[in-house]
T-cell receptor, first 115, second 110 residues
Framework: EAGVAQSPRYKIIEKRQSVAFWCNPI?????LYWYQQILGQGPKLLIQ????????DSQLPKDRFSAERLKGVDSTLKIQPAKLEDSAVYLC?????????????FGPGTRLTVL | RKEVEQDPGPFNVPEGATVAFNCTYS??????FFWYRQDCRKEPKLLMS???SGNEDGRFTAQLNRASQYISLLIRDSKLSDSATYLC???????????FGPGTRLSVLP
């Protein structure tokens, strides 16, 4: 079974530029998550989708971050404009469903460096 | 107070040792609890869910104390391959509001 795919794996940009990340979840997984993991910290949930609807985006900095999941499959996360503090690994995860038992399967992440 | 706190680590232990990690959470309404493992520069992977009655998977034992809002992970007979960061995860209602702790790094030494 193919895992969660993410691209690109690495991205280096200058502050104030825009960047987009792509995620393809495990086939059939209804729930998709985007996390930000800063070096030395645990992942922080940015947004959670159930199919193509947003379940939780309370920690998404909406002035600069946006995410969509058209057709309930692939998802993109965009940062516009980027700041130095956005340097982090952006992890996408998926699970079969929301609810009490919901093992999340993570992709390899996109490592973003903002100069 | 942070939502989820863990032992700061790192823990450096010899092979064969028993090591325990602690995690506390602030939201008394939290519903589900997990331990994830993250190898260096890799993605997190589920190690085990944590049930109210406690649960064991081979050398790993997880305990939950709802009254004290406390979760623990015990690793017996440590192996070199257990070296990783261990992340405590707490969720709210209906599988929402996932909060990861900062992680505790374990190094098992030969």
């Amino acid at each position: 079974e193919a895992g969660v795919a993410q691209s690109p794996r690495y991205k280096i940009i200058e502050k104030r530029q825009s960047v987009a990340f792509w995620c393809n979840p495990i086939s059939g997984h209804a729930t998709l998550y985007w996390y930000q993991q800063i070096l030395g910290q645990g992942p922080k949930l940015l947004i959670q989708f159930q199919n193509n609807g947003v379940v939780d985006d309370s920690q998404l900095p909406k002035d600069r971050f946006s995410a969509e999941r058209l057709k309930g499959v692939d998802s993109t996360l965009k940062i516009q404009p980027a700041k130095l503090e956005d340097s982090a690994v952006y992890l996408c995860a998926s699970s079969a469903r929301g609810g009490d038992y919901n093992e999340q399967f993570f992709g390899p992440g996109t490592r973003l460096t903002v100069l | 107070r942070k939502e989820v706190e863990q032992d700061p680590g790192p823990f450096n232990v010899p092979e064969g040792a028993t090591v325990a990690f602690n995690c506390t959470y602030s939201n008394s309404a939290s519903q589900s609890f997990f331990w994830y493992r993250q190898d260096c520069r890799k993605e997190p992977k589920l190690l085990m869910s944590v049930y109210s009655s406690g649960n064991e998977d081979g050398r790993f034992t997880a305990q939950l104390n709802r009254a004290s809002q406390y979760i623990s992970l015990l690793i017996r007979d440590s192996k070199l391959s257990d070296s990783a960061t261990y992340l405590c995860v707490v969720t709210g209602d209906y599988g929402q509001n996932f909060v990861f702790g900062p992680g505790t790094r374990l190094s098992v030494l030969p």
